[in-house]
């Protein structure tokens, strides 16, 4: 942050094209492939840094650390293993950074991250019943929490083409 020019935003949209697939020709389950576990997963993050002067920096930052997203088929050859798994998570929080001299930086930021899980898989219920379909076993769980990082920058020389001036 301390290295631009002039306060910058960025949106950084994303669209993943998922195509899990699980090839089996003998299962002792039975059952089929799965069919595709994948879909079409809406990403990406957003991105300011606002400049309040040539060494201060303030910005915020939105965006996704990770995240999963697979279904299978409920017939598929795995599905006492999984049949659904979907984690989400979204951060997002101010930050800063100050330049200290030619060379030397230091930044921060504080952030609340959202996490969501959502895990399911089939119980083989035909072990003790015979011709009885299967069960479920699912685990939903969300939870926040807070947390923040620190970094310094070095520039080891001067002359960087993205380096910014002391006077603009």
């Known amino acids: 942050m301390t290295r631009l020019k002039q306060s910058e935003f960025l949106a950084g949209p ?6 899990i697939k699980f090839d089996t020709e003998q299962s002792s389950f039975g059952g089929g492939n799965g069919g595709n576990a994948g879909g079409v997963v809406p990403a990406g993050g957003l991105f300011y840094v606002h400049k309040v002067n040539p060494d201060l920096a303030l910005g915020f930052s939105a965006g996704s650390y990770l995240g999963l997203g697979l279904e299978f ?17 979204m951060a997002a929080g101010p930050s800063i950074g100050y330049r200290l001299n030619e060379q030397w930086s230091i930044g921060g930021s504080v952030f609340a991250l959202y996490g969501e899980l959502d895990q399911r898989a089939a119980i083989n219920n035909s072990v003790t019943d015979p011709g009885t379909p299967d069960g479920e076993l699912r685990f939903q ?28």
């Open 14 to 19: 994303q669209v993943l094209v998922v195509d």
């Open 141 to 168: 769980q969300d939870d926040w929490n807070v947390g923040g990082t620190l970094g310094v920058l070095y520039e080891p020389y001067c002359g960087h083409p993205f380096r910014s001036e002391r006077t603009q």
């Open 73 to 89: 088929d409920d017939d598929w050859a795995g599905r006492y293993f999984v049949t659904k798994g979907e984690l989400v998570t």
